[in-house]
Every structure is written in C-alpha cells, then in structure tokens.
C-alpha cells in the first residue's frame, strides 16, 4: 500500500519543477508566503489530476455530461486517491454541518456503514449480534441482583 502522494516536477501557474511526497491518510497543511505556489500545488494540481483521472475512469456516457478537465503541468502523480475539494466559504449558517453534510456524501456513508460494518460492543469488545427476545431475558436474568441496566 502506498504510503505518500507523490508528485514529480509540478510546473502549474507559478510552480517551478516542484518535487514533493505528501504523507497519506493524514492531515497535511500546506503553508508558505503569499504567491508561493501552495493553491497551484494543493487544488491545480494534486486536486484536479485527483478529478481528472477519477472522470476519466467513468463510462462514455457519462463523460459527455461532464466538462473536459486539462491534466496538469506535471511530470508524475502516483498515490492518489479520489478527491474532495471544499470551498473556503460558510454555505450554511449550521455549527453541525460536517464535511460528510457539506459534500453531501452523509447519507452515503451512513448506509455503507450500517450494511457493510460489523458493530461492536463499546463495553467488552465483542461483535454486537441479533439476538432473540429469550435470548436477553436469559442474559438479564443470569446478571446478580441489583446490577443496574443502561
């Protein structure tokens, strides 16, 4: 599995032959001065070869609904993964919204999450499983007198 995003002689808008590996599947902050180059590393490059290769993969069909997308002014990108990009902007005025609302890919998650995740017990580890009606009644007869239920 690959460890870093790695791009190779980036030359989009000011970026001069830029060469960087970029940890995954963790926060990175990308800094530096004004006109620095950060943007045209982060969103034209990194982000839109993420897009680009991500619509290239879609069917015919579905392409001709979509905008053609220029690849960046780069040598290499290897390590990518699909991209998200979210604007700088307060679109709603909600404290809860969260990236998954935002993007409106909540919805989605919460569904592949409840049919393809196993739950587990918070108090002993174990997988959570169905169980029959009998089934509880034995456990909460079998705990001492007294035990307090939550």
């Known amino acids: 599995m690959l460890t870093h995003i790695s791009v190779r002689g980036a030359r989009e808008h000011n970026l001069k032959d830029v060469s960087v ?6 926060l990175t902050v990308i800094t530096g001065l004004s006109g620095s ?3 045209s590393l982060a969103f034209d490059t990194i ?12 069917s015919a069909y579905a392409r001709q609904f979509l905008e053609l997308m ?7 990108i290897e390590g990518l993964s699909p991209a ?6 307060t679109t709603s005025r909600n404290p809860r919204s969260t990236v998954a609302t935002v993007t409106e890919i909540y919805d989605y998650m919460r569904l592949l999450w409840a049919r393809v995740g196993i739950p587990y017990s918070p108090a002993t580890g174990e997988p959570i499983a ?15 007198e007294g035990t307090r239920l939550y």
Do not use: C, F, N, W
Not at 49 to 58: A, I, M, P
């Open 21 to 26: 590996d970029i940890p995954r599947d963790t």
């Open 37 to 39: 180059g950060k943007s």
């Open 47 to 58: 982000y839109a070869e993420g897009q680009r290769r991500y619509v290239e993969s879609l």
């Open 70 to 76: 220029q690849k960046p002014d780069v040598d290499h």
């Open 84 to 89: 998200i990009s979210i604007e700088q902007k």
């Open 130 to 144: 169905a169980q029959t009606v009998s089934q509880m009644v034995d456990r909460v007869m079998a705990l001492p």
